[in-house]
């Protein structure tokens, strides 16, 4: 009876970890033209982590950097090859006009701190 | 979210420009509050907007505006990082306290036994004991692990906190209720989960040491900029933060002094060592008129000089901002591990519950225990660091070198195609050549010196402004020759000039010029011809209607082209020249330098087209310009290199930028780029190799043929320095050779 109770765990966690971390998504956080969208980069993780704006708005997004780990210093938009340097318990702040329907990641140096910018 | 933002105003005379730019200021939507100060020229503006919203609105009031802002403080940075790197080591320290004695006392047979009640007591307190070391030493990563999960995300910490975890709460079970698991498989871990925190907390501090110095061609540029200078107001002279220099005010630099602004010299002359920034070893000549860059040394003279750009607009800024640009930028040699990297970890969770279930199921007797440590060893060895940072941390390092070269990349695709040029394309004038006619030769007749020639020729020129003119008033200052008075000066177009010197009738042209004022030439056809031969531009110089002497002009090539196109040429690159410049001309430069093929007479538009063909035959091309005319062929190239002769380089214009005007940069660039290149795939193998190779051994692959499983300890071990070792590898790059120079 226990092989099978915990093979069976051992399939749905499986399916679980699937479902998590590549089927579902977070909560989105609605960039406007207006105000800039702070995002805390603190404990290997930034906050929030999906951005939705629309198509030829203007966006800014202002990175607050409370994280001590090197690996947080800098956050990188690969596909438009920019980079933002976060002082330590300071901030900046980067201005994007995405002119395409798609995905933005942004990560930092080793992939670990993970973000996207969805523009639809 | 409001913020504080300092402007230097430029333009302002009177209190009514004061109200215009505050009107103008408190006009743009955002801002809450805007003042300015008449005696410091500064604005102090408070609201949510960006600078450049502030800057735009300035100078649609007619006025000019830059951001007060130094550069970021390194030293601040340090100290941060230092105490980053104490709690790190403190945290390994603790957690090995507790880990080391339990695994030396584990190996020597001196702990209790578990099934006693005194050994479970001591088990249960040593568990305890564990948990604070999770807590204060391993904190961070079960606080990163819970904040990354719940944004459906995953990442090192992930790995780090379920192994031990997992370590734990097992280790906990068998402590407490032994009886539960199989004889077998009582055994606690618990030493294993403070070692490998230990270990990995230690890996991080060393990985952060070794990473100090990858970026240390950032501070190098960094530390170049002075933090204060000396600003001349209402005739006083005071030593001010560099933040509070405005525009258009009056600096006093005295030799041996960094330069604090970019500004124009305004008083007084003196050598500048630009040498940091251009990595021209010669020093500068600067006099009233001439610029002077931020982060440059004042050698001999105390000069004055106005302020032109401030904060991050001068060119020592706008380097650091490129390098940090380009140092973050991947190639795309980097975009597999960067989609591996992307599903690492999700990907390592599964194999380690499909590691747990084969051991579970196949394991028999020893399943449960030996799939908590299989389970275990694959969380810990997997390292995704390694392959996240194998291209990012070469590039940096690899931009950071060239850039202490005089070399810009503008990024990592750029530094990649380097790699891979095939063939090189060289403009002549100013790529090859100085870009500026200067005096070779002289040839004198009648028993005239070359001195009185060159005198009499320099006397007359100096009203002119062409540039053979130039060269020949050059040629005779250079020489300390004083110029006489000229009366009766005529000119006449695309000829010559004609005057009387001290009393004699001087003329000064070509040979269509001599001829037409019937001035035998024929003396000196030999002569004539011979120069021509060897691209000479011909001067004639006449005395009271006879020929007295000849001075050839041409664009001298620069010393170094000859030697700088053998090392390109040594690294198999074909040279191909490409100018407006006439045939003859043309061939006899790229004789003199070994240039393979010649292309002449080609318009500038035209010269994208000609890159275009050689493209078309299967070539990688790279253009060597000056960053202006060259444009659109530099564009069109797979890689645009544009060459300036001191700070005056357009930055923006080419993918690598040649602060030194020198074709030794090329050479240098491909040599970089290649060994980075080369860097980064090996970072690369080795991340990849270590991955697939490490993730099977944990989990047990080699069990059924060697009866190997491998210690989640050392496990942690290999973790903790797969990416000390990228980072190590990446490091070499600061030292490589980049082959013979002069």
């Known amino acids: 009876m226990t092989p099978i109770i915990v093979n069976m765990l051992g399939v749905s966690l499986i399916a679980l970890i699937i479902y998590w971390f590549w089927l579902s998504t977070p909560r989105k956080i609605t960039a406007s033209e207006t105000m800039p969208i702070e995002i805390r980069v603190k404990d290997g993780v930034y906050t929030p982590s999906y951005i939705e704006t629309k198509k030829g708005d203007t966006i800014r997004l202002r990175f607050v950097r409370e994280d001590p780990s090197p690996c947080a210093e800098k956050v990188i938009f690969n596909s438009l090859n920019k980079s933002l340097e976060l002082p330590l318990n300071g901030s900046a702040e980067i201005e994007l006009h995405p002119e395409e329907v798609g995905e933005i990641d942004f990560t930092c140096e080793m992939q670990m701190y993970r973000g996207k910018l969805i523009v639809k | 979210m409001a913020s504080e933002h300092r402007l230097s105003i430029a333009g302002m005379s009177c209190a009514g420009c004061v109200a215009s730019v505050e009107k103008a200021l408190q006009a743009v939507n955002g801002v809450e509050s805007a003042s300015v100060n008449f005696a410091e020229h500064t604005a102090q503006v408070r609201g949510d907007v960006t600078v450049q919203t502030l800057i735009d609105a300035v100078k649609a009031a007619g006025y000019d505006a830059a951001e007060l802002r130094g550069l970021d403080d390194e030293a601040e940075k340090e100290i941060a990082e230092l105490g980053y790197y104490r709690a790190l080591l403190r945290k390994a320290g603790v957690a090995a306290l507790v880990g080391v004695p339990l695994f030396v006392g584990g190996m020597a047979g001196l702990l ?27 904190g961070h990563f079960f606080i990163g692990a819970w904040k990354a999960l719940r944004l459906h995300n995953a990442n090192m910490d992930t790995l780090i906190a379920l192994g031990t975890g997992t370590a734990w709460v097992y280790s906990m079970i068998v402590a407490a209720f032994p009886a539960t698991v199989p004889s077998l498989a009582q055994h606690a871990y618990f030493e294993a989960a403070a070692i490998i925190i230990a270990l990995i907390n230690f890996g991080s501090a060393l990985e952060m040491r070794a990473r100090g110095k990858t970026s240390e061609a ?248 062409h540039p053979l003119a130039q060269a020949v008033v050059e040629a005779a200052q250079a020489r300390e020759l004083s110029l006489n008075p000229v009366d009766q000066f005529i000119a006449t177009a695309g000829e010559g000039v ?70 390109l040429h040594a690294i198999g690159m074909k040279i191909v020249m490409l100018t407006g410049d006439n045939q003859r001309s043309a061939e006899a430069v790229a004789n003199q330098v070994g240039i393979d093929e010649v292309i002449a007479e080609v318009q500038p538009q035209d010269k994208g087209k000609k890159v275009a063909e050689l493209q078309r035959q299967n070539q990688i091309v790279a253009m060597v310009g000056d960053g202006i005319n060259d444009a659109p062929a530099l564009a069109q190239a797979d890689v645009g290199f544009a060459i300036g002769s001191g700070t005056d380089i357009a930055i923006e214009s080419a993918d690598i930028t040649l602060m030194r005007g020198s074709l030794h940069g090329v050479a240098d660039a491909i040599a970089i780029s290649r060994a980075t290149v080369r860097n980064i795939k090996q970072n690369l193998f080795g991340a990849f190799i270590y991955n697939s190779l490490g993730i099977p051994v944990a989990a047990g692959i080699l069990y059924p043929v060697m009866g190997l499983l491998l210690n989640p300890m050392i496990a942690g071990a290999a973790m903790a320095l797969s990416s000390v070792t990228v980072v190590s590898n990446a490091n070499r790059l600061r030292l490589i050779s980049l082959g013979d120079k002069p």
């Open chain 2, 218 to 465: 950032i501070k190098r540029l960094i530390g170049l900029q002075p933090k204060t200078a000396r600003v001349v107001r209402d005739g006083q002279e005071i030593d001010l933060s560099i933040d509070a220099i405005g525009l258009a005010e009056t600096l006093r630099v005295r030799p041996g002094e960094r330069i604090a602004v970019d500004g124009v010299l305004i008083e007084g002359h003196s050598t500048v060592d630009e040498s940091m920034l251009t990595g021209e070893p010669l020093p500068a000549t600067k006099r009233e008129g001439d610029e002077v860059v931020a982060g440059t040394i004042n050698l001999s003279g105390t000069f004055l000089y106005q302020s032109r750009r401030i904060g991050k607009d001068t060119v020592l800024a706008q380097i650091i901002e490129m390098v940090r640009q380009a140092q973050a930028t991947k190639p795309a040699i980097g975009r597999l591990a960067d989609k591996v990297a992307a599903v690492f970890v999700p990907t390592v969770l599964i194999i380690a519950v499909i590691t747990f279930l084969a051991w579970f199921n196949l394991g028999q007797s020893l399943g449960i225990s030996y799939a908590i440590v299989a389970t275990m060893t694959v969380l810990i060895i997997a390292c995704p660091c390694a392959l996240g940072l194998a291209t990012p941390i070469s590039i940096m390092v690899g931009v950071g070198r060239a850039a202490s070269l005089g070399i810009l990349i503008r990024n990592g695709e750029a530094l990649q195609q380097a790699g891979r040029l095939t063939t090189v394309i060289l403009d002549k004038t100013g790529t090859v050549t100085q870009g500026k006619p200067a005096l070779t030769q002289m040839v004198t007749y009648e028993n005239v010196s070359e001195a009185e020639v060159l005198q009499l020729a320099a006397s007359l020129e100096a009203v002119s402004e």
């Open chain 2, 112 to 138: 209790p036994d578990l099934l006693t009640p005194a050994g479970q007591v001591f088990w249960l307190l040593i568990g305890l004991a564990t948990l604070g070391v999770l807590i204060y030493s391993g």
């Open chain 2, 498 to 567: 004609s005057g009387k010197v001290l009393e004699q009738q001087i003329h000064v042209g070509n040979l269509r010029f001599m001829q037409a004022n019937r001035i035998d030439c024929d003396m000196s056809q030999v002569d004539a011809q011979a120069l021509a031969d060897k691209a000479q531009t011909l001067i004639y110089v006449a005395r009271n209607e006879k020929l007295a002497g000849l001075i050839a002009v041409a664009d001298p090539i620069k010393p170094d082209s000859a030697k700088a196109i053998q090392r």
